[in-house]
C-alpha cells in the first residue's frame, strides 16, 4: 500500500482530464471529490458543458497506451462492446485527395463516440471507494490560507446552496473556460501569459445508420485538410451500427447545418467516396456546429510563482487545434507526468508540476501550430523551422502515398509515439526525397 499523501484532492471538472486525474489521484489521497455543473454521471451524450464531444474524436497511440497503463483492460473491454479499435496507418488518410499508402504500424486506434468512452472510463473511477462526484455543483472560488499562499479548497454552490469543501490539493481541470487566471490575479499573483493561433475552425457532425459497404473493412476514411484544399472531413465507425461524418471549414467557412447544404459541402469534398457513401444514407442526427476560434496554450510553467495546493492540466492549460486529435491524448500523458510526480511519495509543487507537463505539451504543441502555420491565412510568426519543416511535411506526405514506410513513420509522429526528428533520420530523409519525387 503506497502512503497517502493527503486526506482531500478535489478534481475541477468532470471530463476525461478530470477522469484520468481522478483516477491517479485515488491511489494516493483517502479522499477524491470530482466537482462539475452538469451531470456526468451515466451520460453517454454530449452534454451542455462539453458539447464539443458531439464531434468526431479519437484516442491514438500513445495516449492509448497510457490509458491502457491507467485503466488496465480497457482495449478488451472496448472490444467486446464491439466498439471500433483499429490501426492509425490502416485507417484511409487522404491528402489533396490522394490516398496516403496504408500500412500496419502497430499503434492502436479508438474512435467510439467521445461521450461513449467517457462514460467508459469515468464509471471505472466512479466505483473506485475512495472517488465522489459532487455533480450539478458550480464551482464558486478557492479557499486559500490567510497569507494565500496555499489554497485549501473551493467554495460551491448546489441546490442546498453555498458550502465549503476543504482539500490538501485542488486540481483544475475544467476546458478552455477555467477560471484560474482570474482567480490567480485576484489573490496577488500574475496570469499566465498565452499563446494563441487564430485558426477559425468549424466542425458540423451528422451521425448516420453504418451499411458494410461504407467502408469496406476500413475503421474511417479522413481527408487532411490542406492549402490546396482546405475543406476536410473525418468519417468513421463509432459503433456497431453507426458512423459519424465531420466536416471541417478554416478561416470562416463553417460546414453548414442545413441537411441539403451539408450534402453539398460533402459534394465539393477533393474525394467522391464520402459523398457516395452518405447521399443516400440513413441519418440519425441532425447536424449540429462548433466552432473553434484559436489553439490556445497557457503558460504556467513560466510563472515566477504559483500558491501551494493547485495544480492545473487539461484544455485549462492548453486546447490544441481539435482536427490533429491530440487533446484526449495529451490528457491522458498528462495524467502519467502526474502519476510519476506523486511517485516520490510528497504531494506536487505546482510550479515543478506545470514544467513537467509542458514538457509533455511542447511537441504536439509545436505539430499542430506549425500545421496551421502552413495555411497563409493564418496569422503567426512563420521561423525558418516552420517554413522548412512544412515544405519536407509536403514532400513526406507525398512521398507516402507511394511508400507505406514513410506512412508508419508519419503516423507514429503524428500519434506522438515518435518525435518530428524521428523524420529527419538520413535514411528517411533520403526515402522522403526519393519517393516524392515520384509520386
Known amino acids: 500500500m503506497k502512503p497517502l499523501l493527503g486526506e482531500r484532492a478535489i478534481v475541477l471538472g468532470g471530463s476525461i482530464a478530470g477522469t ?18 452538469d451531470t456526468v454521471l451515466g451520460v453517454d451524450q454530449p452534454r451542455k458543458g462539453a458539447s464539443h464531444t458531439a464531434h468526431a474524436h479519437g484516442l491514438h497511440a500513445r495516449g492509448l497506451l497510457m490509458v491502457e497503463e491507467l485503466f488496465p483492460g480497457t482495449l478488451d473491454d472496448l472490444q467486446a462492446a464491439q466498439l471500433p479499435v483499429g490501426d492509425l496507418g490502416e485507417m484511409h488518410w487522404y491528402v489533396n485527395g490522394r490516398l496516403l499508402a496504408p500500412a500496419k504500424t502497430g499503434l492502436l486506434s479508438v474512435t467510439p463516440q467521445r461521450p461513449v468512452l467517457e462514460n467508459y472510463l469515468r464509471n471505472r473511477v466512479a466505483t473506485l471507494p475512495n472517488v465522489r462526484y459532487r455533480q450539478h455543483t458550480d464551482i464558486l472560488a478557492p479557499i486559500t490560507s490567510p497569507d494565500r499562499q496555499r489554497i485549501t479548497g473551493v467554495r460551491v454552490r448546489d441546490e442546498s446552496g453555498e458550502s465549503e469543501l476543504t482539500a490538501d490539493l485542488v486540481v483544475d481541470t475544467t476546458g478552455r473556460g477555467s477560471r484560474t487566471p482570474a482567480w490567480l490575479a485576484e489573490l496577488g499573483y500574475d496570469r499566465p501569459s498565452e499563446d494563441r493561433m487564430k485558426i477559425g475552425l468549424a466542425y458540423t457532425t451528422r451521425i448516420y445508420r453504418k ?8 475503421q474511417s476514411v479522413n481527408l487532411i485538410a490542406t492549402p490546396r484544399f482546405p475543406r476536410g472531413c473525418f468519417f468513421g465507425q463509432v459503433a ?16 453548414p447545418t442545413e441537411p441539403g447544404a451539408f450534402l453539398e459541402f460533402v459534394r465539393s469534398l477533393p474525394v467522391p467516396r464520402v459523398y457516395e457513401a452518405v447521399r443516400d444514407a440513413e441519418p440519425l442526427t441532425e447536424p449540429v456546429s462548433f466552432t473553434f476560434p484559436a489553439s490556445v496554450r497557457r503558460r504556467y510553467e513560466l510563472l515566477r510563482r504559483m500558491p501551494a495546493g493547485l495544480l492545473v492540466m487539461g484544455d485549462a492549460v492548453c486546447s490544441f487545434n481539435p482536427v490533429y486529435g491530440q487533446g484526449m491524448s495529451v490528457s ?21 508540476f506545470q514544467r513537467r507537463i509542458a514538457a509533455v505539451i511542447d511537441v504536439p504543441w509545436e505539430i499542430s501550430t506549425s500545421g496551421d502555420l502552413d495555411f497563409p491565412e493564418v496569422e503567426g510568426k512563420r521561423t525558418v523551422k516552420v517554413r522548412v519543416g512544412n515544405a519536407f511535411m509536403a514532400k513526406v506526405q507525398r512521398a507516402a502515398m507511394r511508400d507505406p514506410a514513410v506512412t508508419s513513420a508519419y503516423m507514429k509522429v503524428a500519434g506522438l509515439a515518435a518525435s518530428p526528428a524521428s523524420m529527419m533520420r538520413p535514411s528517411m530523409v533520403a526515402r522522403v526525397l526519393r519517393q516524392s519525387r515520384q509520386a
Open 20 to 37: 484520468f486525474a481522478a483516477s491517479v489521484l485515488a491511489t494516493r489521497y483517502s479522499e477524491v471529490v470530482v466537482v462539475d455543473r
Open 211 to 218: 451499411r458494410p459497404e461504407m467502408f469496406d473493412g476500413v
Open 240 to 255: 456497431k451500427d453507426e458512423c459519424i461524418l465531420s466536416l471541417t471549414g478554416i478561416n470562416g467557412d463553417r460546414p
Open 332 to 352: 491522458a500523458l498528462e495524467a502519467g507526468a502526474l502519476r510519476d510526480c506523486l511517485a516520490d511519495g510528497t504531494a506536487p509543487e505546482p510550479l515543478a
